[in-house]
């Protein structure tokens, strides 16, 4: 469920009859349309850690599954294409409360050795919802009516509400009971999941502080994260996530037929399947590297796949640019229809594996909601502006939109390089004294006595 609508409105925005039922879609509307779920989600997702430090991370993750669900049905049933929009917003704001709550949630349930994996499931299981969007569109392409777009739309509202329902029975994050002061309840549901003393020592340490404070930070809690204590790491969260979308992989995910289309497969058909392949790919790749994600440094994965990303963005952009794809003959459009292909790839085994645990990790208890809701909302936010502009900027340069992506990349590159701790391996209370403390290890990865790895 997570990204089952990225793989559903590209398709569906581009159908003939969703064309003739709602809107015929120009660059400008074909934008608005598709990018209406992430400004209403970036706004909500400020408050969405407020809500989690005050309910508890699996309610606020069900309320966030429940009003999606609603959202997607409103689309499966509009009229018009105000109706439309305002489904997709209603989808924007579930997402807004439960995406970023998920990853805390499971972040204060992992070991540290299993941290980076279980975290970065998130990502795999928004891997498998693309893939499963785009063939059910492919799917209902060849229904010559109104449900062609509208039954993948009501898949997605039945299996928003189904996970909403699974969501009621998790139990509460031990480290939440913790920060309300329920101590003894966290302990035993630390005992229930399995988990050894070793592992629960964040909670121990930081029980005297979340006794004192838990009024205050459920309260207060965005106050809280912008601290003198915490405000580097808030801003490096926000900035770590907000810039990962000027790398440009949700444009290629949301339009994916239409780049395709652009790149040489006139058939919509064919562009369909093109977009199909683009996500078996996405979660053939993800899988290992989600199995992996233990075995990389954080550092390592940023700035390797920031190279990467940066030069099959610059190859495309290149190759647009020298006129070679549009010749009647020769190879050109196929090396950039693989070099999409490599792009997407060098995406989701580094910075699609990262970007989903690292905020989290280097937030300490009482912040760790809220930040990371701050970050996801400043991805959400980055993320809506360049999805409005990208079919606009098509519209008028086929290359230009690869060589801004691609020099953005490398700049923001650069800029983690020199910015980003590394946090493999080590224990959350570690992350947060090393914070505390300007410990330089943290910052360059470096091997210390106490650590197997940093």
């Known amino acids: 469920m997570p990204l089952l609508d990225t793989g559903i409105i590209g398709p569906v925005s581009d159908m003939e009859f969703f064309r003739k039922d709602i809107a015929t879609t120009s660059a400008i509307l074909h934008g608005l349309i598709v990018s209406s779920v992430l400004l209403p989600s970036a706004i909500v997702s400020i408050f969405a850690g407020s809500l989690a430090d005050a309910v508890g991370r699996p309610r606020a993750v069900t309320i966030g599954f429940c009003v999606s669900g609603l959202g997607a049905a409103i689309e499966a049933g509009s009229i018009h294409i105000a109706m439309f929009i305002v489904g997709r917003i209603i989808i924007g704001i579930g997402i807004g409360l439960y995406l970023s709550t998920v990853v805390v949630y499971i972040c204060e349930l992992a070991p540290p050795a299993k941290r980076g994996v279980l975290t970065t499931m998130v990502q795999l299981f928004a891997a498998i919802g693309i893939l499963t969007g785009y063939f059910i569109c492919y799917g209902t392409v060849y229904i010559s009516s109104s449900l062609s777009w509208r039954l993948p739309l009501a898949i997605q509202s039945f299996l928003a509400f189904l996970f909403a329902a699974v969501c009621v029975f998790l139990p509460q994050s031990p480290r939440w009971l913790t920060l309300c002061g329920r101590h003894d309840e966290s302990r035993l549901l630390w005992i229930r999941l399995g988990v050894s003393l070793d592992d629960q020592r964040e909670d121990s340490e930081n029980k005297n502080d979340t006794q004192e404070d838990s009024t205050s930070v459920l309260s207060h809690s965005i106050i809280r994260a912008f601290k003198k204590d915490v405000r580097s790491r808030t801003a490096l969260a926000v900035y770590y996530l907000g810039m990962q979308q000027l790398c440009g992989i949700d444009s290629i995910l949301y339009y994916a037929p239409i780049i395709f289309q652009q790149a040489g497969i006139t058939s919509q058909k064919s562009s369909f399947i093109a977009s199909g392949v683009t996500a078996i790919v996405i979660v053939a790749v993800t899988i290992p590297a989600t199995l992996k994600a233990d075995s990389w440094s954080r550092r390592m994965q940023t700035i390797l796949g920031g190279c990467l990303i940066s030069g099959c963005l610059l190859l495309i952009g290149i190759l647009y640019a020298s006129g070679a794809v549009h010749r009647t003959s020769g190879a050109a459009r196929w090396v950039v229809i693989v070099t999409i292909y490599l792009y997407v790839i060098s995406f989701c085994v580094t910075w699609g594996i990262n970007y989903k645990s690292y905020p989290s990790e280097i937030q300490p208890p009482a912040t760790r909601a809220t930040a990371t809701s701050l970050a996801q909302s400043a991805n959400w936010a980055v993320n809506f502006c360049v999805v409005l502009v990208v079919p606009i900027f098509f519209a008028t340069s086929d290359s ?3 060589f801004l992506f691609g020099g953005l990349t490398i700049i923001n590159t650069v800029i983690l390089f020199f ?26 990865g470096r091997r210390t006595s106490n650590d197997q790895y940093v």
Do not use: S, V, W
Request: net charge neutral; aromatic share 10%; glycine share 6%.
């Open 400 to 402: 230009g939109p690869y």
């Open 419 to 444: 910015i980003m701790p590394e946090t493999r391996g080590r224990t959350l209370e570690d992350i947060h004294t090393d914070f505390l403390h300007k410990i330089p290890h943290a910052r360059f």
